[in-house]
């Protein structure tokens, strides 16, 4: 079984900066895909931002339009943990963020897992 545990959540004014990380742990022989999704009250899970592994040619990264240029993602590999620092927020970034991975486990099984959600909320 794997595990992806998020922290680094929190309550942070419009303008401010959190970093949340997500590690995974378990019988993990790889990981391809990593990414960030949230929820708000109301709406539908949303995609943030993924990261591939970057094992043959580099990690690529993709952002949804609403956070490009104040959101960046990052992994480290050797961790299996991906990062979401997160700048000049704004009060409808409030949404709970779930990390999401796509693992090959030693068993040779390939599993997609979510983390149990960190809360972000940013106050006007």
């Known amino acids: 079984q794997v595990q992806l545990v998020e922290s680094g959540g929190g309550l942070v004014q419009a303008g401010g900066s959190l970093r949340l990380s997500c590690a995974a742990s378990?019988?993990?022989?790889?990981?391809?895909?990593m990414g960030w999704y949230r929820q708000a009250p109301g709406k539908q899970r949303e995609l943030v931002a993924t990261i591939t592994s970057g094992s043959r040619s580099g990690s690529r990264t993709d952002y949804a339009d609403s956070v490009k240029g104040r959101f960046t993602i990052s992994r480290d590999n050797a961790k299996n943990t991906v990062y979401l620092q997160m700048n000049s927020l704004k009060p409808e970034d409030t949404a709970v963020y779930y990390c999401n991975a796509d693992v090959e486990e030693v068993s040779s099984q390939w599993g997609d897992y979510w983390g149990q959600g960190t809360q972000v909320t940013v106050s006007s």
């Open positions: 378990g019988s993990i022989f790889s990981i391809n895909y």
